[in-house]
């Protein structure tokens, strides 16, 4: 085996792929800023770490994830996991291989499984992971995934003759840029209305959703962010992996609704170039093609503005809002034993809080989860001050090997790569190795 192990995965458009761990360790999470982000609910927003170990070796560090990470079917715990050639790792929905440096030899172990049946998070029950045929499995089952498409929506009212209008026109030209995309789910009878609607501006690249229970769970949001390139790439891939919505009719409806006095309406409305797309389903069952695309796009609109927390009731949230606090509690309290804890402490404080920003009156011990934030941010800045100083008088001394060494602990301390000080930490790093590549090192 040459060089590093690697880290492989198949993304949601059945592409195979396979990642370097560099320095400063490649990290998952359902968050944008991740190396490697996935638009999954099972995923926190910084669920877990890949990272260098020894010459050539690989190590995992769970970041206190909610659904936690598990390698070959046994949750990972607090400490890191020395990773071999062959494992599988799972985290959320996603499953990843690690590999050496020979493909072939890599898929000629084991028995060749070409099944479908169990995806991959049946690692995340804790189902013990077969030792033969996981890796062609999981690509089969992932390939199978990315066929039926992607998918999540958003639409906001529009007129029914805009949308008969349009249907002879759709046409699909990838070439064309989308204009717009509008989704609107509203769910209605004599207790009261829930509204979802979410709506992207091609041109300002802008995502908005706005969210309203009430009066039932008297919950309300509105919500805006302007998507990054890869964002946008990720929701043109949306639409264009479910051609079969560009071929429904534009209105489905039932004579009778599906619950006396009550109102289930769906719409998209897709506008590419000059051809528009609009289908509306109201008091019957989606078409499974409309389905699909609304659940992806609903997904990815609830990603990428940090509200997918909001199709949970108010009792769910109170409950995820109590486990990430403890999960905080217990991070902060296990601050000496890894320099990951206080970042992972202070996360699952943040996402104690955001469960419950829609949340309101706020739940007795509120306070307390704002203080248990403030405690672990604060000794989290204390604690990276202090190695940032000994990494700069180790490079003020030229001590390139110690200078390594307490960049790679920083790295690990602020392991977010959008966070200036880990690119501060990383770019030091990166000079200090190529100087220890040319013999320069103490």
């Not at 070796?57 to 400490?79: C, E, R, W, Y």
């Not at 599988?88 to 172990?109: D, L, N, T, W, Y």
């Not at 046409?171 to 992207?200: H, L, P, Q």
């Not at 946008?232 to 429904?248: A, H």
Request: proline share 3%; glycine share 8%; hydrophobic share 40%.
């Amino acid at each position: 085996m040459g060089g590093r192990l690697k880290i492989e995965y198949v993304t949601q458009t059945g592409e195979r792929k396979v990642c370097e761990v560099g320095p400063a360790g490649l990290s998952v999470g359902r968050a944008s800023t991740n190396d490697l982000s996935f638009a999954d609910e099972m995923l926190s927003r910084k669920h877990c770490l890949f990272q260098p170990s020894g010459e050539t070796g690989v190590k995992l560090s769970d970041l206190a994830s909610a659904n936690g990470t598990f390698v070959n079917g046994v949750q990972a715990g607090s400490a890191d996991v020395e990773l071999h050639e062959g494992d599988v790792v799972a985290a959320g929905s996603q499953e990843f291989m690690v590999v050496g440096s020979s493909p072939v030899a890599r898929r000629a172990r084991g028995d060749v499984d070409l099944g479908l049946g169990a995806p991959p998070s049946s690692a995340v029950a804790g189902a013990p992971a077969r030792e033969g045929g996981s890796h062609l499995r999981f690509a089969l089952w992932a390939a199978a995934v990315a066929a039926v498409g992607l998918a999540a929506v958003f639409v906001v009212p529009f007129s029914a003759e805009d949308g008969d209008a349009a249907i002879s026109q759709v046409e699909e030209k990838k070439d064309d840029r989308i204009s717009s995309i509008e989704f609107e789910k509203v769910d209605a009878d004599a207790k009261g209305i829930f509204r979802y609607a979410m709506s992207f501006d091609g041109p300002t690249c802008e995502l908005s959703v706005r969210y309203d229970d009430i009066p039932v769970n008297d919950r309300q949001l509105d919500k805006k962010t302007v998507l990054d390139e890869k964002a946008v790439r990720d929701l043109v891939g949306i639409c264009d992996g479910s051609s079969g919505f560009f071929s429904l009719d534009g209105e489905y409806s039932g004579s009778d609704p599906l619950e006396l006095n009550a109102l289930r309406s769906r719409r998209i409305r897709i506008v590419r170039g000059r051809k528009v797309k609009c289908v509306e389903v109201v008091n019957v069952e989606e078409p499974a093609d409309f389905r699909s695309l609304r659940e992806k796009l609903e997904t990815f609109s609830r990603n990428e503005l940090g509200v997918w927390a909001i199709q949970y009731s108010r009792e769910k949230l109170l409950e995820l809002s109590r486990q990430s606090a403890a999960t905080g509690a217990a991070k902060y309290e296990e601050r000496e034993v890894d320099y990951g804890n206080l970042f992972a402490s202070a996360e699952a404080y943040r996402e104690a809080v955001f469960y419950l920003e829609t949340v309101n009156p706020k739940p007795e011990g509120y306070d307390d989860i704002l203080k248990g934030l403030e405690a672990a941010t604060n000794a989290l800045d204390a604690a990276y001050r202090e190695m940032r100083f000994l990494a700069n008088k180790a490079l003020n001394m030229q001590d390139w090997e110690t200078a390594s060494r307490h960049l790679s602990v920083l790295c690990r301390i602020i392991p977010d790569k959008n966070d200036d000080r880990n690119r501060e930490a990383r770019a030091k790093l990166v000079d200090v190795e190529k100087r220890l590549k040319k013999g320069g090192g103490k």
